[in-house]
């Protein structure tokens, strides 16, 4: 059954929000989207250019955080689907307090809003980050939530609102909980299309400690099918693990990217690490599984899209390693990268 409604999409200009929109709107005739988003660093209006003259969807620019503004859309909907967050966990390290507002406060601002509209549905879009590492097995939607960094905490704190206002307020909310996305449109601070990026420029490749951590990538077309799937046929209350199945460590990717490439080995460098790097992630993805939801790309197809697509648009993103960016980078690997050329970083591999 297609989508249908009058759907809030906060956060719609960022990397995955785009990527579901534009999906929703080319397979739901009747569906309406407006998406408000505050246009942080990592949201691009270029995201959303080729929907930009639908007449089903309209653009809103501001912060989840503004009561009246939140309060004014809901009341012109029925249904909010919550991407808008502070989403790097490197520069949740380096400064906390937006995570805090946009992933904590911010999700309440939409609940009370949605809450108060006697909205149809609530959908929070969340994060395998918030079960913490996981050193054997995988997790489970039932299973505590561990968050070690920032970032998780955050969207962990967000996630235990969002089950609150279902248990005390009868709320339909829904959650889901993704691993590693990856593909076309997103920012290059991420690990693959900062290394692809990067290696395009013969540019090092800035390795965290050993490069042995497990990710499970997802391809991002895959992750927006799930959450189509959870908002329409999921049960109230619930939460839906949506994993790759494609666990690999950092360094195994890296050497996947720099064959697809052509590019040389020696690009890499090994890094001081992370602080609290989780080591692996894993979870158990059989609830959205039994709605009917499968992966439709293996991993090795959709990197070679992925890579494909950043050779085919650096008009994308070279205007985004620029300005506030470089600041950035330095920042997070200037020293990093003086240290592992002087040989003070001993590749533990
Ligand atoms: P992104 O950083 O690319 O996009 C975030 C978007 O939110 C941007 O457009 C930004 O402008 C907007 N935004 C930030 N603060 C806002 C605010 N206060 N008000 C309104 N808009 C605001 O992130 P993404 O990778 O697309 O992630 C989207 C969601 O999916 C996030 O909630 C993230 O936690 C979750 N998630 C991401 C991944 C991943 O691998 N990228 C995996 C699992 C879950
Ligand atoms: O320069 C790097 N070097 C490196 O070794 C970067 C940016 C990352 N890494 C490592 C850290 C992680 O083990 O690669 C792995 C992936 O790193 P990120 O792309 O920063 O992702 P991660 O920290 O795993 O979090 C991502 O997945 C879950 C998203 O950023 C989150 O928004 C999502 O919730």
């Known amino acids: 059954m297609p989508l249908s409604g009058r759907l809030l999409v906060t956060g719609g200009a960022g990397f995955i929000g785009s990527t579901w929109v534009r999906q929703v709107l080319r397979n739901n005739p009747d569906v309406r989207v407006t998406v408000l988003d505050k246009l942080t660093y990592a949201g691009n209006p270029a995201n959303l250019r080729e929907i930009e003259d639908d007449p089903r969807y309209r653009f809103v620019k501001g912060d989840i955080t503004d009561r009246d503004l939140v309060s ?95 248990t005390t307020y009868g709320l339909a909310t829904l959650i ?22 990067n290696a395009l420029d013969d540019e090092p490749l800035p390795l965290y400690g050993d490069g042995r951590q497990v990710r499970d990538w997802l391809y991002v077309e895959d992750h927006c099918a799930a959450i189509s799937l959870v908002l329409e046929r999921g049960e109230p209350g619930s939460t839906y693990n949506v994993g ?28 001081e690490d992370r602080p609290g790097h989780d080591r692996r992630y894993a979870i158990d993805s059989s609830r959205v599984r039994a709605l009917g939801w499968r992966p439709q790309r293996t991993l090795r197809e959709a ?14 993103w070279r205007p985004l390693k620029t300005g506030e960016y470089l600041d950035y980078y330095r920042r997070q690997y200037g020293a990093r990268l003086a240290a592992s050329d002087a040989g003070s970083v001993v590749e533990r591999a």
């Not at 494609?246 to 460098?269: A, C, D, F, H, Y």
């Open 176 to 197: 889901t909980r993704a691993s590693n996305n990856f593909g076309p449109h997103q920012y290059p601070e991420k690990l693959i299309p900062l290394f692809i990026t």
């Open 72 to 166: 004014e859309l809901a009341g012109e909907v029925d249904t909010i689907v919550n991407f808008a967050a502070e989403s790097h966990v490197d520069r949740s390290i380096e400064e906390p307090d937006a995570f805090i507002r946009t992933d904590v406060l911010g999700t309440h601002v939409l609940l009370e809003a949605a809450r108060r509209a006697g909205h149809r549905r609530y959908l929070q879009i969340s994060t395998d980050e918030v079960y913490g590492d996981v050193a054997h097995g995988a997790s489970v939607e039932t299973d505590p939530l561990r968050p070690r960094s920032p970032y998780s905490a955050s969207k962990a704190s967000g996630d235990l609102l969002v089950s609150a206002y279902f």
């Open 244 to 271: 790759g199945g494609s666990q690999i460590t950092n360094l195994e990717l890296t050497e996947m990217v720099l064959s697809e490439l052509g590019k040389p080995r020696s690009l890499i460098r090994h890094v």
């Open 303 to 316: 990197l070679a899209e992925t890579v494909g697509w950043y050779v085919e648009h650096p008009e994308w």
